[in-house]
């Protein structure tokens, strides 16, 4: 399994070796909006407002207020590019994360001196330490509440058993030496760790490892059920990799680091203190956010001291615009997996293949393929869904297809549900369901059977067709040829 990837610059190493995956500029980019918005038109996909697209990585080489720094996003926003750097093809980048997960390789230590992290250290007793002149954390829009860490893996463990655990959270640089951090309520294994903590009475030990191997960045984003608490899932991206992922001890902290991070940021939860998202900014916004809107700002977000940040040699920050394919797939494919594995287990062999497609963000919609073989496996597709909403409860919407249609062409599952749905037997509606925040419309004030924030209507759209009504609906059969005899450039 997997390829030569180690490590951020491995990976970049592999794109830059395949053409059309990487390009980078030498002009300078102000990292305040600038950036982000020249991206928007580059590749970032997803759920950004149009015109945007899928396209390559790219790397911005004179980054404004950052003379020795470079930034690169959209590492991951092309399942074409996360299948080449997991060493897989697009479609089977679910059954690869559900098949790491239960194959785990845990995590090692290795010693400090063996650590490219910390060949240059900046220490927040020295006189001149700042966070934001060391970090080019880019800001996505004019509106955001600050400089924004996207992709940093924050590391902590917990303060009773020593379990340890990491995951991606919206961190805002506030200060010199305060990140705030936002946790989803009941969502991450970090927050009850901190819970965990700050009922002790205890600071929480924290490194955020920022430019790392993207088997990490995908591995981190599984969720209970498929990882509950006490599953590292650093032993995920080991799985993909056939090798254990490298840590080391951080240098004022009691906790580790990803040994070959490009940055590292230690510090310790502080117990009882909050602060205002916005307090630098007061526009009531935080940062745009998957569902394609910016997240409003949090009036109490727990607050990282900062004590150090450590880097390699001419460090790389790595970063990602929130609503853009980069982040579908980061939380879609684990999502994919998630219910691949919950379905296979209740009936095994009849669901083909989940889309956590791009629309949803990679968390609030999911296309599944099933496959009818006999009489009775009807009306079992529907189960399948019911079993998909309870493996990932912050789906929203379900669309069932039959084996005949390509799950990761909106286009054809568009055909299906119109062809073989009828509104008013085949849309299956549960009320009264939590799903997630950050979705505007989960709110009293768009419907009267909605009781609080976050509560949804989660639906199922079954445009799979009956199996009796099979040879009715069979697609036309054109000749199976190959068109390099005629187009001998011709691709897929």
Known sequence: MGNSVIDLRSALKLLENTPGQLISTDVEVDPSAELAGVYRHIGAGGTVARPTKLGPAMMFNNVKGHPNSKVVIGMLSDRARV????????????????????????????????????????????????????????????????????????????????????????????????????????????????????????????????????????????????????????????????????????????????????????GELLVGKRLREDINTNTGKAMPEFPGYTGPANPEVPIIKVKAVTTRKNPIMQTCIGPSEEHVNMAGIPTEASIMDMVERAMPGRLLNVYAASPGGGKFLAVM???????????????????????????????LVDEDVDIFDMNDVMWAMITRMQGDIDIINIPGVRCHPLDPSNDPSCSYTIRDHGIACK???????????????????????????????HKG
Request: hydrophobic share 40%; proline share 8%.
């Open 459 to 489: 639906t199922i759209f079954d445009a799979t067709v009956p199996y009796s009504e099979k040879k009715r609906f069979q697609r036309a059969k054109f000749m199976d040829v190959d068109p390099t005899h005629w187009v001998p450039n």
């Open 83 to 266: 299948a080449l750097l997991l060493g897989t093809t697009p479609d089977k980048l679910g059954q690869l994360l559900r098949d790491s997960v239960k194959n785990p390789i845990q995590p090692i230590v290795i010693d400090s001196s063996k650590a490219q992290c910390q060949e240059v250290v900046h220490l927040a007793t020295d006189p001149d330490f700042d966070i934001r002149k060391i970090l080019p954390a880019p800001t996505n829009t004019p509106e955001d509440a600050g400089p924004y860490i996207t992709l940093g893996m924050c590391y902590a463990s917990d303060t009773e058993n020593g379990d340890s655990d990491v995951t991606i959270h919206r961190l805002c640089l506030q200060s010199k030496d305060e990140i705030t951090m936002f946790f989803t309520p009941g969502a991450r294994h970090l927050g009850a760790f901190r819970e965990k903590a700050e009922a002790l009475g205890k600071p929480l030990p924290i490194s955020i490892s920022i430019g790392v191997d993207p088997a990490i960045e995908i591995g981190a984003c599984f969720e209970p059920p498929t990882t509950p608490i006490g599953y590292n899932e650093l032993a995920v991206a080991g799985a993909i990799r056939g090798k254990a992922v490298e840590l080391t001890p951080c240098l004022t902290i009691k906790e580790n680091c990803i040994a070959n991070a490009e940055y590292v940021i230690e």
């Open 369 to 399: 393929q099933f496959k009818k073989s006999v009489p009775s496996d009807e009306g079992r597709q529907r189960q399948a869904a019911l079993l998909a909403f309870s493996a990932f409860s912050e789906l929203k919407q379900v669309i």
